[in-house]
């Protein structure tokens, strides 16, 4: 089955630890987004791309960076993680970019503990 | 700026209906996403709606009005399955996806 694919589904890291969560995905889309969850709040689009052009969200901190080295892989860094970025993190695919019928598929997201 | 209203939080009873809303405020529009979320899980697709009316899909329909800034997610036959959290997503004229905080839906036996 074509799927959104998250590793690890917990990860947990110490206050300035650098961490990498990762997202694959069989679907061939050729949009991938991260997006930053916390309990009860609307995902938070950190950033998107499409094919291999980046688009970072205006407030998306310096300390989140992200890598496309292919069509189905992605990759978030949090550089130096803080208790606040503790949240599930979410990656999602389209076909295009968001808008007319090109819906976002989710991977199951990677739950972030910052000790 | 941009803005998605829905109510925090519902209660309903297994085998009843429910009407959720979903009112906003965005630079342009094209087109009102409905996400199902259950606890700690991703969110998934339930329904997209562009133009004007209802879009009857099973037990779900959802509803648009554009002059109004007016969504609905009407929800059939409850199940205790149903009990998630429903998003309401705006894609605005940049298509960019503008969240709602989502609803916490609770279905009581």
């Known amino acids: 089955d074509a799927m959104v694919i998250q590793n690890p589904r917990y990860q947990v890291t110490q206050f300035g630890k650098p961490v990498t969560l990762s997202c694959s995905q069989t679907l061939n889309h050729n949009v991938m987004y991260w997006y930053q969850q916390k309990s009860s709040q609307a995902p938070k689009l950190l950033f998107h791309y499409y094919d291999k052009d980046f688009n970072n969200e205006a407030d998306t901190p310096d300390n989140f960076q992200s890598r496309r080295p292919n069509t189905s892989f992605c990759f978030l860094d949090i550089r130096s993680p803080g208790l606040g970025d503790a949240a599930m993190y979410l990656c999602?695919?389209?076909?295009?970019?968001?808008?007319?019928?090109?819906?976002?598929?989710f991977g199951p997201g990677t739950r972030l503990t910052v000790l | 700026g941009q803005n998605i209203d829905q109510p925090t939080e519902m209660t309903a009873t297994e085998g009843a209906i429910v009407q959720i809303n979903c009112t906003y405020q965005?630079?342009?529009?094209?087109?009102l996403f409905w996400y199902q979320q259950h606890a700690g899980e991703a969110p998934t697709f339930l329904s997209y709606n562009v133009l004007d009316g209802l879009e009857e899909k099973g037990r779900f329909s959802s509803f648009l009005s554009r002059s109004k800034g007016y969504s609905y997610l009407l929800l059939k036959e409850l199940q205790m399955k149903d009990s998630a959290s429903y998003l309401c997503?705006?894609?605005?004229?940049?298509?960019?996806?503008?969240w709602g905080a989502g609803t916490k839906l609770i279905i009581k036996p």
């Open positions: 965005t630079s342009g529009f094209n087109g």
């Open positions: 997503a705006v894609v605005d004229s940049n298509y960019q996806l503008i």
């Open positions: 999602a695919t389209s076909r295009e970019i968001a808008g007319g019928t090109d819906t976002q598929y």
